[in-house]
């Protein structure tokens, strides 16, 4: 990932309090609305995949959030002010997602949204977040596009002011997977497999526009169906090929099968994959064989980083029954960045919410600056997250490793 050493941060969770006046609710839409108790309550929505194959990721974004808003409340980060979550289910499907982003839009109390899990549900909700002003900061998206337009790798031109992210993306993930497999591992003959959805497909072109400039070779191509578990058919083409790796745009519902499969077909070659396949319920369903196998992912390693200590033993004595996962440290800064955007608002505006509450938490998103659980967090003028950490994992011994940190070098 990085050339350099990580440098050590240590998380700012707490700050000096402010002294708010407290303020009722109001008949606009802009939010915010009387808690009872004399104070503020602002609603941060989430959107990911609760239930279904990718729940344990989902979950983990979910339970990072609240966390997020029950830290925020406890140093009463800004005063006058009790965060909440509204947390709704998208099942990994872009129908869902948009619906869901029209809940949040119609709950006024909602001033910002963390999430989507997957690029392509983000799609299907960026519109209807930008039309209502709401801000959206996703702590997993890393397809390009979203931020920098469609043809992003001729002219980047930012579709939705609404919309940022803290997780880095595919430009950089795909090429970064790359230069390890080339440089690292002297693998020269890759075969190159996708789901064919916005994520993986995006994924694995820029993967392979590197592999090849490097002076690799791309043996052969597939794209699978998503929907289906039987991947004997690519398995034997991946044998005969004779590829020494293959790389694959998705996730790990099929990932896992896949590797399996690869391996019981006779090619004893490691299957890698992006940020999509680095979950435990990988290693689950590659089996024993999915040992060697490498998935890249956002940042460096959570467990690793000094200023993510905090979160680990705050997330720890929380007692949430399910693991923050890959995203876990995304989608806390991914909160706490609304929740400080929240707070310059507030201050801006004599110690209460202003009526256009919205639009101004949005405007403000654009200037957020602190030290997060993943290091420092703030956005480029794309609403890119400037952190352009990634991490390269191995199986080894029925978990993942982490083999190299560092970043991208273009």
Same mark, same amino acid.
């Given at each position: ?100 982003? =029209?809940?949040?839009?119609? $709950? ?57 992210? =803290? ?53 052969? =191509? ?91 033993? $705050? ?81 080894? $011994? ?13």
């Amino acid at each position: 990932m990085r050339q350099r050493s990580l440098i050590a941060i240590t998380a700012a969770l707490a700050a000096g309090a402010l002294t708010l006046t407290a303020c009722g609710s109001r008949d606009d839409d802009g939010g915010g609305s009387d808690s009872g108790s004399g104070g503020t309550t602002v609603v941060i929505g989430v959107d990911a995949p609760l239930t279904g194959d990718l729940s344990a990721l989902g979950l983990g974004i979910k339970n990072s959030v609240d966390l997020a808003t029950k830290i925020a409340n406890k140093e009463k980060f800004v005063e006058g002010v009790t965060f909440k979550i509204q947390a709704l289910d998208d099942q990994a499907q872009p129908s869902s997602g948009q619906q869901n982003a =029209t809940k949040l839009v119609a $709950n006024k109390d909602v001033l910002g949204a963390v999430g989507p899990l997957n690029s392509s549900v983000a799609e299907s909700m960026q519109k209807v977040f930008d039309d209502a002003k709401l801000v959206q900061v996703s702590p997993a998206n890393t397809n390009p596009a979203l931020t920098q337009g469609p043809d992003w790798q001729k002219e980047q031109v930012r579709p939705y002011k609404s919309y940022f992210r =803290t997780a880095t993306t595919d430009a950089i993930q795909g090429p970064f997977a790359a230069q390890y497999l080339y440089n690292d591992s002297k693998k020269r003959k890759v075969f190159v497999i996708d789901d064919k959805k916005t994520y993986g497909a995006g994924l694995a072109a820029t993967f392979t526009e590197e592999f090849k400039k490097l002076g690799g070779k791309v043996v052969g =191509t597939e794209h699978i169906n998503p929907d289906t578990k039987d991947f004997s058919a690519v398995a034997t083409k991946v044998k005969n090929s004779g590829a020494d790796v293959v790389y694959y745009g998705g996730e790990y519902p099929q990932a896992g099968p896949l590797s399996k499969q690869i391996k019981a077909a006779g090619a004893k070659i490691p299957l890698v994959g992006g940020d999509g396949i680095y979950s435990a319920d990988f290693i689950k369903l590659a089996g024993a064989s999915g040992t060697g196998d490498l998935a890249t992912s956002v940042g460096a390693p959570v467990e690793e980083l000094p200023s993510a200590k905090e979160f680990v033993a $705050n997330y720890k004595a929380e007692g949430y029954k399910e693991a923050y996962e890959a995203y876990g440290g995304y989608s806390y800064d991914s909160a706490w960045a609304i929740i400080e955007a929240v707070k310059a608002v507030v201050e801006d505006n004599d110690g209460k919410l202003p009526d256009d509450a919205r639009e101004k938490v949005t405007a403000a998103m654009q200037n957020v600056s602190f030290d997060g659980v993943t290091g420092k967090v703030s956005f480029d003028e794309f609403g890119d997250a400037t952190n352009k950490q990634l991490t390269v994992y191995a199986v080894e $011994n029925g978990d993942w490793k982490a083999v190299k940190s560092g970043t991208y070098t273009g």
